[in-house]
């Protein structure tokens, strides 16, 4: 099979738009195809763009606006219910020109991707959902709801969690895992937090997780995970109103020190509430012409605070591998090979934390005394420096093993 010289996206999220700008700086014409009529939806209020990211963005040429858009976090304060300071978990440490990992705006972050891969000529077309694709000698068609086609030499599925690209590569691999919590958030303006500009709190409640950064306007942006043991059917989370939340959030949150109770009541509206999912691991990644990347592949828990950040890194891997080793399927084993092993290790340290996230009052004690010394640990270890040191270099051939920086 010959190097590839287009490329089918589908989802116009995170990995969709990156993948594109890499494939175009590769030489691979792309078109991206988004699902979305329009814009970003509100889901998942805020994220962290991990200096592992920046450094992936930097390897396209496209971290400037995503920087702009957010603000530096250089780490998260973790406290009790009772306000009782536990520590700081790390966000790595600064990139060689100062740059710390930074928190974004999830919708912010893919306007940010989308409108650079527009400024340099790729084609988005919204509105498209894939439903079916065709591989042959050829290429690849691809059929959107719409009844509209389209044909390349290869496809990536960058759709995410619930993809669409992952059923057709594989039919029986197991539905994403539900992590028994579900999630909103909001944007609260007049709530004096106790905690600098720029900073970022997350507290450990007796009943439920509770996150918030204060953005340097002064508004607040937060986030909640509750526990809710059975996944809810699809569309049932949304017929509980914003009013019905706020009522199970003030028992959720009544014995809690912090500012949860006061940033919920001044917000005017929550995200829409979503079950978290994720893909720990997904035996098949690719056929001859088909890949999934991004969370489509290997979501983790958004307690990772990595999932954008990986799938930035998929984009420069993909694009690499694509340029470098020839055919499709040569390439699609390489970026395998290299991708695998990483983004399993930090979904498996996520689901670790996730479980922390709201236990009994045994779980709660020996957490609160063992956390303390887990941060210290953990902030300089090997472990949380591969993470966030990992670096990304355009010109290195795909074949190479990447490195830590030094
Ligand atoms: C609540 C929450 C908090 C998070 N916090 C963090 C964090 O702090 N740090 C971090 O790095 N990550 C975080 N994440 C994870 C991060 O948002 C994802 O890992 C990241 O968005 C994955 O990018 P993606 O492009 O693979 O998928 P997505 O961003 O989900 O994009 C997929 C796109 O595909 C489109 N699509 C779906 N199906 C189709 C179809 N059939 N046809 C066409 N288009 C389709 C969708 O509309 C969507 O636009 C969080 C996620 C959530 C939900």
């Given at each position: 099979m010959r190097t590839p010289r287009t490329a089918i996206i589908i989802g116009g999220g995170i990995a969709g738009p990156a993948t594109a700008m890499a494939l175009t700086k590769a030489g691979i014409t792309a078109t991206v195809h988004e699902a979305r009529p329009e814009g970003a939806d509100g889901n998942g209020i805020m994220l962290t763009l991990a200096t592992n990211g920046i450094d992936a963005l930097r390897a396209i040429d496209a971290d400037g606006p995503a920087i702009a858009a957010g603000f530096p976090t250089p780490g998260i304060t973790l406290r009790t219910h009772t306000g009782k300071r536990l520590g700081v978990s790390t966000t790595g440490g600064a990139l060689a020109d100062g740059t710390l990992s930074h928190t974004i705006r999830r919708a912010d972050l893919y306007e940010a991707l989308h409108n650079q891969a527009v400024a340099r000529g790729i084609d988005v077309a919204r509105g498209k959902r894939l439903v079916s694709a065709q591989e042959s000698t050829d290429g690849v068609r691809a059929v959107f709801q719409d009844g509209t086609e389209a044909h390349a030499d290869i496809l990536i599925g960058c759709d995410g969690v619930h993809s669409t690209v992952r059923r057709l590569i594989a039919p029986a691999a197991p539905v994403p895992s539900y992590t028994g919590l579900l999630t909103t958030g909001g944007y609260a303006t007049g709530v004096k937090v106790p905690a600098a500009p720029g900073s970022y709190e997350m507290i450990f409640g007796k009943r439920a997780f509770f996150g918030y950064a204060l953005a340097p306007d002064g508004q607040v942006w937060w986030f909640v995970n509750i526990p809710h043991s059975r996944e809810p059917a699809q569309g049932e989370v949304e017929t509980i109103s914003t009013a019905q939340w706020r009522e199970r959030f003030a028992e959720v949150f009544a014995e809690d020190t912090g500012p949860a109770l006061e940033l919920i009541a001044a917000t005017p509206d929550f995200a829409p509430m979503t079950p978290i999912h994720t893909i720990p691991h997904l035996s098949r990644w690719h056929t001859d012409r088909v890949i999934v990347i991004g969370d489509a592949a290997h979501a983790p828990s958004?307690?990772?605070?990595q999932g954008a950040s990986l799938s930035i890194e998929d984009a420069v891997v993909l694009a690499t591998s694509l340029r470098d080793l020839g055919s499709p399927d040569q390439a699609f084993t390489q970026f395998e090979m290299v991708r695998r092993p990483r983004v399993e290790k930090i979904i498996k340290a996520a689901a670790r934390i996730n479980n922390n996230k709201a236990p009994g009052a045994a779980g709660r004690l020996i957490r609160d005394l063992m956390l303390p010394t887990i941060l210290k640990l953990t902030a300089t270890a090997k472990g949380v420096r591969e993470v966030y040191e990992h670096h990304l270099d355009w010109s290195t051939p795909a074949s190479t093993t990447r490195t830590v920086r030094s």
């Open positions: 958004p307690t990772s605070g």
